[in-house]
Each structure stands twice: as structure tokens, then as C-alpha cells.
């Protein structure tokens, strides 16, 4: 009788901890979405090319600049970097551009026109920044002397998938 | 006799018990109104993070011990995605803001309930989303957060 009591006792005791030792709780739903995100930039002023010297039976000698930084966020797959100028170089000038490509995409250096060229593709879900832009000015001997000239040189960023 | 001493002893003790239960109740008051919804950038950097504010409420009774606060989800977060959970609350101590998942961690511990029944506290809840790159476009979904007040 005695141990039957102790052991209902128990029980209801056990039966308290428990309760005592539950804990209040609420719940809240909280919704997502990730869009598209694809964000380019270049970081530079004005660039200035100047050709001044050749070797003797060359043509002048090409001058670049790497002074430029680019960047670049996108969380889709493939996406890829172009650029133009809006107006052909002066005959016999070259301006190319080539930039450094983050991990996983391919660059390829080019001659700028005004038909939009690609400099980077299969840029993939990455952010990174700091990577170099490479201006390289080109002149033959037939180019003659170029008073000072400008290009507005526009860069495009197309998502991938 | 005895059968009905037993009895009243039982139902005593249960009561005591059920008033122990509810010594501390807490409650979403307020939560983030729409989608947390990330869709932009600094270029070079990861996705901007994507903010989310509420509050919430503690219903105490004193001379309960020591409470904690925990968070916890429903189920993980996608992969490369993170849910950040900061609360504020007047008692306690702060445990800093917490990356959420289906464990339970400390928001708020070493909580002493002021004295008194029913002492309504009020608190807030700061959700940050983040999403690296390599996450993609995620398509909407949703989490459950559960709060949690006890010893």
C-alpha cells in the first residue's frame, strides 16, 4: 500500500517537474526571396594614353595603363562584360582594352570600335572586386601626330541565366 | 478515507503544477511586414542584405529562477543563405545577434523576472537575411521561428 502510494506520488511529482520545466513558446513566419543580382563598376578617372617614343625601324611604341579597377556582384550563371566606343578610332590608332577575369570566367583583350565587343564571359556567382582594366593605345608611323582626342568607352554587364 | 485524502493531495499538487506552467508565456507581437527580400549589390561585394524588424513580449512571474530566451527554425536555411536574429529586452543578458538554425541558441540569458504575477515585457526582434552569390537566385520561401522563454 505504502509503496503503491510513494509511487503515485512519484509519479505526480514527475508528472510537476515536467510541467515546471516547460518553457513558453511562440512561433513567427518570416519569408525569403533572393532576385537577380548582377552589379558592375569601374573604378577610374579619365585615362590618358600618350605615345611619344618608338624604336628606330618600329612603329611607335604602344603605351598602356592599368591604373583602373573593376568590380563585380551577380548570383546567376554566364553572365558577361562588353564595351564600345561611340565613335571609330582616328586611322592608324588603336585603343584596346583587356580586364583582368574573376575565377571561372575567360577574357579575351580587344580593340575597341563602336560595335560592342566582349571582354569577360561565363561570369559566375561571384563578388569581387579590384581586378585590373588594361588600356593599350596603338599607332602606326602612318598615324602621323594625333592632337589631344578622347573616347567615352561604355561598358555593359548582361546577366546570365 | 484515505482514497479521498490521496485524491485531494493529487489534485493539489496538480494544480500547483499547471500554475507553474504558464509562469512565463511569450508571444510575437509584431513581425516583418512582406518578404525579406534580397535584390541588390555594391559591385565586388556580397549581395546587400535584406533587413526584417519586429517585437515580441514576455508574460513573467517572479521569484521563477533564472530564464533564457532561445530562436530557433523549422528547418535549415538554403544553402549559402543565412537568417541573423538580434533581440533587445530590458532583462537579462544580451547574447548578441545569432545565425538561426534547427538548434536552439541563446538570444537572452540569465533573465531574473521582475517581482510581481503577470509582469508584461517588451521586446524587439531585428532579422537580417543574407545571401552570398554562390546561393543564386532562390525562389520565395519561407522559415518558422520559434521563440522561447524558460529555465
Known amino acids: 500500500m505504502i509503496a503503491k502510494f510513494v509511487g503515485r506520488t512519484a509519479a505526480v511529482l514527475g508528472l510537476m517537474a515536467g510541467l515546471s520545466a516547460a518553457a513558453g513558446a511562440q512561433t513567427q513566419t518570416v519569408n525569403f526571396e533572393v532576385k537577380p543580382v548582377n552589379q558592375f563598376s569601374i573604378t577610374s578617372t579619365a585615362v590618358t594614353l600618350t605615345i611619344t617614343t618608338a624604336t628606330a625601324g618600329s612603329d611607335p611604341a604602344p603605351v598602356s595603363d592599368a591604373s583602373s579597377r573593376w568590380a563585380v556582384t551577380t548570383n546567376q550563371t554566364g553572365a558577361k562584360i562588353s564595351a564600345s566606343i561611340p565613335t571609330a578610332m582616328p586611322a592608324g590608332l588603336t585603343l584596346g582594352v583587356a580586364l583582368a577575369a574573376p575565377g571561372g570566367a575567360s577574357t579575351t583583350a580587344q580593340n575597341l570600335s563602336a560595335s560592342s565587343q566582349d571582354l569577360v564571359t561565363g561570369i559566375t556567382k561571384v563578388a569581387t572586386g579590384n581586378l585590373t582594366v588594361t588600356y593599350t593605345l596603338t599607332a602606326t608611323a602612318a598615324a602621323g601626330v594625333i592632337l589631344p582626342d578622347s573616347r567615352l568607352v561604355t561598358y555593359t554587364m548582361t546577366p546570365g541565366a | ?151
Open chain 2, 1 to 151: 478515507m484515505k482514497t479521498v485524502t490521496r485524491s485531494l493531495l493529487t489534485a493539489a499538487l496538480l494544480l500547483f503544477g499547471s500554475r507553474t506552467v504558464v509562469a512565463q508565456t511569450i508571444k510575437f507581437t509584431g513581425g516583418p511586414s512582406g518578404t525579406l527580400q534580397i535584390n541588390s549589390a555594391v559591385a565586388g561585394q556580397n549581395p546587400t542584405s535584406a533587413p526584417g524588424a519586429g517585437t515580441f513580449s514576455t508574460l513573467t512571474k517572479g521569484n521563477q529562477g533564472t530564464l533564457r530566451i532561445q530562436a530557433k527554425l523549422d528547418q535549415a536555411m538554403p544553402a549559402n543563405t543565412t537568417l541573423v536574429l538580434s533581440l533587445t529586452y530590458p532583462f537579462g543578458t544580451n547574447q548578441g545577434a545569432k545565425a538561426l538554425g534547427i538548434t536552439p541558441v541563446d538570444m537572452i540569458i540569465s533573465i531574473t523576472p521582475p517581482a510581481g504575477n503577470n509582469i508584461t515585457t517588451v521586446g524587439t526582434v531585428s532579422y537580417s537575411f543574407t545571401a552570398t552569390p554562390s546561393a543564386g537566385v532562390v525562389a520565395p520561401f519561407s522559415r518558422t521561428v520559434t521563440l522561447t522563454i524558460g529555465p
